[in-house]
């Protein structure tokens, strides 16, 4: 089944590329955007965001303000901080309350859009051969392993490519880490020496 050998391919990338990057970052990521979009949320983190401002603002009016010399003063911006505090905590505790439920929505999402589904794909097609081997082109034995645990002999089946891939994906992804990260140390090391020689150079002449 070209589909399904496919599918289960692009469920595997998908998993490497979440564990790659972090599943935290990429909840960071969607929630940043999230509260970017016109929904009760995002009025609230505004809210939020303006009222941690007033917050701040009116803490440095206090501490500009002597309690001694100028009491009234000091006095009601003292209640004018109390209160935007307080109401700062209020939609502060909202807004936690609302990602701890994006959060668990989006954990969810992510786990039945990939190893949800995987599993679930494991199970349905578990006596479905993936791709059908030429026959008498390996021992029977071995056969019998790659049509493990339910396929028919003779073919692969969904777990033995499933975690093919899997092992395939990993290796591409670290080989490809590790030229990208053996590229580009040369630069940051030619940079560094360039850094290095400026400073040298600057020190020299105030030696001079």
């Not at 949320?41 to 401002?53: D, F, G, N, V």
């Not at 100028?70 to 109390?82: I, P, T, V, Y």
């Not at 051969?129 to 396929?151: C, K, M, N």
Request: charged share 20%; with cysteine.
């Amino acid at each position: 089944m070209p589909s399904l050998l496919i599918t289960v391919l692009f469920l595997n990338i998908a998993i490497y590329v979440i564990n790659t990057i972090g599943a935290a970052t990429i909840d960071s990521l969607l929630w940043l955007l999230y509260i970017k979009l016109p929904t009760g949320t995002s009025h609230i983190a505004r809210e939020q965001r303006r009222l941690k401002l007033d917050v701040v603002q009116l803490k440095r009016e206090m501490n500009a303000t002597s309690s001694q010399d100028e009491f009234a003063k000091w006095a009601k911006l003292r209640r004018r901080h109390d209160k935007a505090l307080e109401a700062y905590e209020a939609k502060n505790d909202q807004l936690t309350q609302s990602k701890s439920s994006f959060d668990m929505t989006i954990k969810s999402v992510r786990w039945a859009a990939t190893s949800g589904l995987m599993l679930f794909l494991q199970f349905w097609f578990s006596k479905t051969p993936i791709f059908t081997l030429p026959p008498g082109w390996i021992p029977w034995q071995v056969e019998w392993v790659l049509s493990f645990p339910r396929a028919p002999i003779g073919t692969v089946s969904i777990q033995i490519w499933g975690g093919a891939c899997a092992t395939v994906v990993a290796l591409v992804g670290d080989a490809m880490g590790a030229t990208v990260g053996y590229v580009s140390g040369p630069k940051k090391e030619r940079e560094g020496i360039k850094v290095e020689t400026r400073v040298g150079e600057k020190e020299g002449k105030k030696g001079q």
